[in-house]
């Protein structure tokens, strides 16, 4: 076993795998939605490699903030790599176990750069010939890393590393001192590091990455001027899926594209989930259905509980089961290991998926796994209103879970 193979966490087909994923999630990328982004002084600053060193996009849930950074990658690669500067990404997920932590992190980003550049491995701590991996793992391994990519960053023969890391609100082991490192890393000039990074706002990602000389926020709640008209394509391109689906005429069309604009508060989640919802409505009762929702995603999240409460009572307690696994589960569970979980016989897999669809307002189903389409949704069954599916409190339902 090589030390690229220790000191990795995801290889590039899964790091791959996972973006494609996000974009599926998303309901699909738009380019043009982000394309505002290309013209911002502080991007150009931090592409070019000037003052800007660390360029933060902050945001709050479900305003476009991973979509921005997959479109900003799609757009940027080739055009960094065409002036011979390596490029690095990583998509913290809360949710799937080597995705959420500072360790993954640098794991991630060191593999794929010993990947590259082989001749890197001379990094390796000494203590690798007689530990083996062991330097990777335990109380070390956070100092293990940093040394080691603050080493790679800092060698004289390396061209300038863009470094992408996504939704770092989402990291949660050692989350903080990953955040300081970076801004750390960022701050020295000896680094050939341009960090890239998004969150969500949080009082101790906003301590560390404060505005200053080498670092800069790109709010995107301070860009309702390119953001407004980012939604309205965004709800373009939904809509023209929605209406093709179930036939809307023009006049119809054009009510729906008015509620979307008034309610959405330009926040493209949503905008997915209430035309994810749509599609199941019959044409006659449009209108009607789409005046209940209120905005704000805590509002829609609300609304598509009271309506999974509404189901039969049988489907209805098997939903919340799933959604009480789904919370309370370490990683994504596949629709086998839902079965036990829930209650049920072994039976079709079918059967599990038609209850996740009767969730899908929540859950998302991608190769026989259950995923949350998003950390917000998550957080509504952990901190929000979701909770009443737990009537007994988290605790006891994981120790049912795990019984």
């Known amino acids: 076993m090589t030390c690229s193979t220790d000191s990795r966490e995801t290889s590039a087909r899964q790091t ?16 043009d939605c982000c394309a505002w982004v290309l013209d911002d002084p502080q991007l150009q600053s931090w592409q070019q490699g000037n003052d800007t060193r660390l360029l933060w996009i902050e945001g709050h849930p479900g305003k476009g903030k991973k979509m921005l950074m997959i479109s900003l990658i799609n757009q940027l690669v080739d055009s960094l790599k065409a002036n011979k500067s390596r490029t690095l990404t990583f998509f913290c997920q809360n949710t799937v176990l080597h995705l959420n932590n500072a360790i993954s992190v640098l794991r991630g980003l060191i593999w794929k750069l010993l990947v590259d550049r082989p001749y890197m491995r001379k990094y390796v701590p000494k203590e690798y010939s007689s530990r083996g991996k062991g330097i990777f793992e335990g109380l070390n391994a956070f100092c293990s890393l940093t040394a080691m990519l603050s080493a790679i960053l800092r060698d004289p023969s390396l061209e300038m590393v863009y470094l992408f890391v996504d ?26 590091s341009q960090w890239l990074l998004s969150s969500r706002h949080a009082p101790k990602i906003e301590e560390a990455l404060r505005p200053n000389g080498h670092r800069q926020k790109l709010s995107l709640g301070s860009n309702d001027k390119h953001i407004c008209p980012a939604v309205d394509q965004f709800i373009a391109y939904k809509l023209n899926d929605l209406a093709n689906k179930r036939k809307y005429d023009p006049e119809l069309r054009s009510k729906v594209e008015a509620q979307l604009k008034e309610k959405a508060e330009s926040t493209f989640l949503w905008i997915a989930l209430v035309c994810k919802r749509l599609e199941d409505i019959p044409r006659r009762k449009t209108m009607a259905e789409l005046e209940k929702f209120q905005p ?24 919340e089961q799933i959604l009480r696994a789904t919370t309370l589960a370490y990683r994504p569970l596949t629709l086998e290991e839902l079965f036990p ?21 929540f859950l998302i189903l991608r190769a026989e796994t259950v995923y949350f389409v998003h950390q917000s949704a998550k957080d509504y069954f952990t901190t929000g209103e979701g909770r009443r599916v737990f009537p007994s409190g988290p605790t006891e339902e994981h120790a049912n879970v795990t019984s």
Do not use: F
């Not at 973006?19 to 309901?27: F, P, R």
């Not at 770092?168 to 701050?187: F, M, P, Q, T, V």
């Not at 209850?355 to 307002?361: R, W």
């Open 341 to 361: 979980v829930i209650g049920l016989p072994d039976g079709p897999t079918d059967d599990i998926a038609e209850l996740v669809e009767l969730c899908s307002s």
């Open 296 to 319: 704000g995603l805590q509002a829609l999240y609300e609304r598509m509980m009271r309506q999974m409460e509404s189901l039969e009572h049988d489907d209805r307690e098997l939903c």
């Open 167 to 192: 939704a770092l609100d989402e990291c949660d082991e050692d989350s903080g001192r990953l955040i300081r490192w970076i801004a750390k890393d960022a701050s020295e000039r000896a680094s050939k």
């Open 16 to 31: 791959l795998k996972s973006t494609c994923s996000i974009e599926e999630t998303k309901g699909g990328l738009l380019d």
